[in-house]
Nanobody, 127 residues
């Protein structure tokens, strides 16, 4: 049974950092691309970053480069999203998602490719 479980969200002050985790079960990370998305109240779900199955190549939405870093630990079956310099506009529910591929390319922009989704973790950036 495929399952993705996010954790690590919470309340953080502007300028602070958080590391989100996406623990996966039921499949191998090197067979799936994993992406992070977020959805703020009243807004569409937004793709942020993805990491490819084959060789853990990483891809980012341009506006996030330098602030967010995606990584994975195959031994722990976990994908991470390190978020730095957080701002109030980063407030959202953050979801991880997966689709089957053994390639070196993934896309955070094609939400419809992603077959499996976690329930999300809330991130609130506020003073």
């Amino acid at each position: 049974q495929v399952q993705l479980v996010e954790s690590g969200g919470g309340l953080v002050q502007p300028g602070g950092s958080l590391r989100l985790s996406c623990a996966v079960s039921g499949f191998r990370l090197d067979h799936y691309a994993i992406a992070w998305f977020r959805q703020a109240p009243g807004k569409e779900r937004e793709g942020l970053s993805c990491i490819s199955g084959r060789d853990a190549s990483t891809f980012y939405k341009d506006s996030l480069k330098g602030r967010f870093t995606i990584s994975r630990d195959n031994a722990k079956n976990t994908v991470y999203l390190q978020m730095n310099s957080l701002q109030p506009e980063d407030t959202a529910v953050y979801h991880c998602a997966a689709y089957y591929t053994q390639g070196s390319i993934c896309s955070w922009a094609h939400r419809e490719w992603y077959e499996y989704w976690g329930q999300g973790t809330q991130v609130t950036v506020s003073s």
